[in-house]
């Protein structure tokens, strides 16, 4: 009979328990089965963006979000966001539209509205949403600063000095109106003269060579104009050299390079030619195309020329590749830039290097056919003032010949003034 209640109470203590596990097991199962909420979704989005890359899966998860939760305006800024960093602005421009229709108050709606229009290269889109904006928001210093900045980086520069004194009269404390009517007056500045001097130096056979240019640049409506003379001490001969060099603007975000060259000395090309198309591209690329034509007393070169650059921050980098056809024997050769910008356009330094079976800056007949070469480089640019500018450059280079190996260090020193 013990035995048989000892039993009982043991089945007993195992049924106790199996519900206690069942009880404490249901939470649980019910957490599991419970969905996302819409913030849990959000940061799900955002982390497949910013973590992963991902911005398919990103908005993917976010339209979800916001299938449950049609207001939510910060969902529908990040895809707006995110169509934008990918260069697809009509999207972009719909989802933010879409949340001024149901809040016309949204300020980071505005200002991404704004941001997107301008960076679609559309002058007049942009203001009309500064203008919408700052019905809404009258005398606002953000807003006007937006307006400033969208009119400079068209090139309305007269227009973008009158809006930042405009902001002065209303914030005169604003830093930022500050610095960008100075920026808006430089730009208008349309001319510069600079003066440059390159030393350079071998380590065997030949005498150091010296190079002297001038250089006056003018702004025009339709791009720069560049004017050079050169003059050059190499082999003992002296040489003088013009040049003019033009960047037309075709389109927005398209545009050209046209050059031309002439001398009478042997040690400079008779003739010389230059043309290049420049296309900007989504994602902050800009793709270039072009040819080069030399004509030497003794003969022509053509040369081909490509080279990609890719905006990041306050970073460039460019790719560049050169290739020359000869009946004794094609060069190709290949240059990266990478450049640290700071303050402004004109303050960087940059480190260059190139490989190849050609110079990667060909100017002189010898430099055409090498057996191999290479070069690293270093510049730097600081402006003294908002009128003067210094530069200076240090390389070093390796060019094989049949017969020799030539290697030089160079520096160079310049300083331009603008006015």
Same mark, same amino acid.
């Given at each position: 009979m ?9 089945? *007993? ?14 939470p ?6 419970q969905?996302?909420?819409?913030d !849990? ?11 992963? #890359?991902? @911005?398919?899966? /990103?908005?993917? $998860?976010?339209y ?5 939760s ?10 707006a966001?995110?169509?934008g ?18 809040? %016309? ?6 200002e ?11 002058? &007049? ?7 919408? =904006? ?12 937006q ?7 068209f090139?309305?520069f ?18 930022? =109106?500050r &610095? *960008?009517?100075?920026? =808006? ?5 349309k001319?510069?003269?600079s003066?440059s ?9 030949? !005498?150091p ?9 003018r ?7 560049? +004017?050079r ?8 001969q002296?040489g ?5 060099d033009?960047?037309?603007? $075709? ?8 050059? +031309? #060259? ?5 040690i @400079? %090309?008779?003739?010389?030619f230059g ?11 800009e793709?270039e195309?072009?040819?080069?034509y ?5 003969s !022509? ?7 990609l ?7 460039m980098?460019?790719?560049?590749s050169?290739?020359? %056809? ?15 910008y ?10 260059? *290097? *190139?490989?190849?079976? /050609?110079?990667n800056?060909?100017?002189f ?8 070469s ?5 510049? =730097?640019?600081? %402006?003294l ?6 530069? #200076?450059?240090a390389?070093? &280079? ?6 020799y190996?030539?290697r ?8 331009s003034?603008?006015?």
């Amino acid at each position: 009979m013990s035995m048989i209640s000892a039993q009982s109470k043991f089945c *007993g203590y195992l049924i106790i328990l199996f519900i206690y596990f069942l009880m404490m097991s249901i939470p649980v199962l019910q957490a599991q089965d419970q969905p996302l909420t819409v913030d !849990e979704q959000f940061d799900q989005a955002r982390d497949a963006a910013f973590n992963d #890359g991902n @911005y398919d899966k /990103a908005r993917t $998860i976010a339209y979800a979000a916001l299938e449950r939760s049609p207001d939510y305006h910060g969902i529908r800024l990040f895809i707006a966001r995110l169509y934008g960093w990918e260069g697809d602005y009509a999207s972009a421009r719909n989802e933010l539209e879409t949340v001024l229709n149901r809040d %016309p108050d949204n300020r980071k709606a505005f200002e991404a509205l704004i941001n997107i229009e301008s960076r679609s290269g559309d002058l &007049d889109r942009s203001l009309s949403v500064t203008d919408r =904006a700052l019905e809404i928001y009258p005398r606002d210093e953000e807003f006007l600063l937006q307006r400033a900045s969208v009119l400079y980086s068209f090139d309305e520069f007269v227009r973008s000095e009158q809006v930042y004194r405009s902001i002065l009269l209303i914030h005169p404390s604003s830093r930022e =109106a500050r &610095d *960008g009517l100075e920026s =808006a007056r430089l730009k208008q500045m349309k001319h510069s003269v600079s003066l440059s001097y390159r030393h350079d130096q071998f380590d065997q056979i030949f !005498e150091p060579w010296n190079f002297w240019e001038m250089q006056l640049n003018r702004q025009t409506p339709y791009g720069s104009a560049i +004017g050079r003379l050169q003059y050059a001490n190499r082999f003992s001969q002296n040489g003088v050299q013009f040049n003019l060099d033009t960047y037309p603007s $075709i389109t927005s975000g398209f545009y050209a390079y046209l050059s +031309g #060259g002439f001398s009478n000395s042997s040690i @400079y %090309p008779r003739f010389r030619f230059g043309f290049s198309l420049y296309k900007s591209l989504p994602f902050a690329l800009e793709l270039e195309g072009g040819i080069r034509y030399l004509n030497f007393t003794t003969s !022509e070169t053509y040369i081909y020329t490509a080279s990609l650059t890719k905006y990041r921050g306050n970073y460039m980098f460019t790719g560049r590749s050169y290739f020359a %056809p000869s009946s004794l024997g094609n060069s190709l050769s290949g240059n990266l830039l990478i450049r640290r910008y700071f303050s402004s356009a004109d303050s960087y330094v940059s480190i260059s *290097g *190139g490989y190849g079976t /050609a110079s990667n800056d060909i100017q002189f007949a010898q430099e055409i056919n090498t057996l191999n070469s290479w070069s690293l480089s270093f510049d =730097a640019q600081y %402006p003294l003032s908002n009128r003067f500018l210094v530069s #200076g450059k240090a390389g070093i &280079d390796s060019e094989e010949f049949r017969s020799y190996t030539r290697r030089r260090v160079s520096i160079k020193a310049r300083v331009s003034y603008r006015f």
